[in-house]
């Protein structure tokens, strides 16, 4: 990993837009933060190489790794980490990369939140 190549080192990626929870990818490139390659100095598209997805169906957990690399001289930029769980009635998601950030975000399965639920008395 090269903290020389991106502008902020795992930027917190909680908010979002319109503070709609946090990013968290799957796939793709926050190429907001993308300084530039170190060793080259280019500023082209980052490729994505190495991509592995870890799935354990009983556990309901998904965890993918890639690697984030300069399209031209393949400079490794980052290694980037992304989980999937289910816990109990809620979908977690966590990322970390210093490319693309910190993020966790938990989602629930059902149709209405029922921490998000407005208290009326």
Not at 61 to 76: F, I, K, N, P, Q
Not at 89 to 97: K, L, W
């Amino acid at each position: 990993m090269c903290v020389e190549c991106v502008k902020v080192k795992c930027p917190d990626r909680v908010g979002g837009f319109l503070n709609c929870g946090s990013v968290c990818l799957e796939t793709g490139s926050y190429l907001v933060n993308f300084q530039g390659c170190a060793s080259c100095h280019s500023r082209e598209n980052i490729q994505i190489q190495n991509r592995h997805t870890d799935t354990d169906d009983e556990e309901g957990e998904e965890r993918v790794t890639y690697d984030h690399v300069c399209a031209v001289c393949e400079h490794l930029i980052a290694e980037h980490q992304y989980e999937f769980r289910i816990e109990g009635e809620y979908q977690e998601y966590s990322m970390v990369c210093i490319l693309c950030g910190r993020a966790e975000d938990t989602v629930s399965i059902l149709p209405i939140d029922p921490n998000k639920q407005l208290n009326l008395f």
